[in-house]
């Protein structure tokens, strides 16, 4: 008969036990799946490397398949957060800088002399909502960016970001191909759900 010794949460050596009983101290929450265990005087080896012990851990498998997940999600979530919150930053202020515009615009509030001027190049009160609409895009994009949401729409706010911001001292720019760098990585796409 198979004889099977464990080593336990307090770095001793337990055993011997029956492979029922390694089954039961596994259903039961006493060993993990990268417990050492050796059959009689053999090696050591993680319990997951027994198949014949196999059937007593669905259930911590499930587990830590879902932890490895979880810790490489969390890994995405760190890798963008920096971009999608200076997006973030970027488009809040695009967004009270084109209201506060539109308000000085309606209310007659602006020069003479630099109402003439946007005048000139064709900017009127259209182009500050247009701004604002896409930048609430950004906005929104980078916040689902954050929590690893919606590549597309990531992708999207990016792309806006350094065409509608890249008139902010090139900071639109800099998020934008920041952002677009860390979303084209292989390993964050197949994370984003």
Known sequence: MVEYHLI??????????????????????RLKVDSAVRVDDGEWKPYSEYPELIDAMPATMGQVSDNASSGKHMALLSRVKKPA??????????????????????????????????????????????????????LVGAANM????????AVVASVLCILCNSSLYGLGLIAGIWSMVILNKTEVKTEFR
């Open 8 to 29: 336990g949460g307090d770095s001793r050596e337990y055993g011997p036990y029956s492979e029922e009983e390694m089954k039961g101290l596994m259903s039961d929450g």
């Open 85 to 138: 919150i200076f997006m973030m930053v970027i488009s809040a202020f695009s967004i009270m800088a084109a209201i506060f515009v539109l308000i000085a615009s309606m209310t007659g509030a602006i020069p003479p002399e630099i109402q003439k001027l946007l005048d000139e190049k064709g900017i009127g009160v259209e182009s500050y909502v247009i701004l604002m609409l896409f930048n609430i895009i950004i």
């Open 146 to 153: 954050r929590k690893g949401r919606y590549y597309g729409l």
